[in-house]
């Protein structure tokens, strides 16, 4: 059973941008497919809208009765109204997608802004980290660099190789003497 975890952003930023690139080459031929479609709905409505005025007409001169007549001004007018309803309709439809569509954009903006601010703070933390990395070692170079001068300067204090070993000659023997007894010295 694995367990689902919600992805890094870095994971959402790679997911992201690999959309955004996909859909850049389907854009333009998704647009004129949704224009297709929207202004064939559009005629659609249009052509029966049209239908109904139509037969509205025809049935005029065969009304006679005025309450009949009354029917039917209402029903045109109520076709008046209908027809401005659905070009609202379309364009709060519009408006809709385009609230939907900004909603996706915004999300994945977010994700993009959030995975920048993390690599920046990831470039400062490594940054820090380096500009102290430089301090130890210019401050270790220093170091060496005055210890280096102080042996050149002070020769005399630095003691020769051959006059160390000699000191520790020295020093044996005065240990080894120390150590036998006074009787057979």
Known sequence: CATSHPPTPQAAFAHLALAFRCDVFTLRQ??????????AAEENIQEELGQCQAALERLGP????????????????????????VKRATSAAENLGAVHQEARMSRAAEVMVQHVENLKRHHRREHAELEEMKRLIQQNSRN??????????????KPHPLMRTFQQGSARRRVSIAVIPKQLL
């Open 62 to 85: 065969s009304c006679t009765d005025t309450g009949c007549k009354e029917t039917l001004e209402q029903l045109q007018h109520s076709l008046v109204v209908l027809a401005a309803a």
């Open 30 to 39: 998704r647009v004129q497919v949704e224009k297709r479609a929207r202004d």
């Open 144 to 157: 060496r660099q005055l210890a280096e001068t102080q042996d050149n300067a002070e020769p005399r204090l």
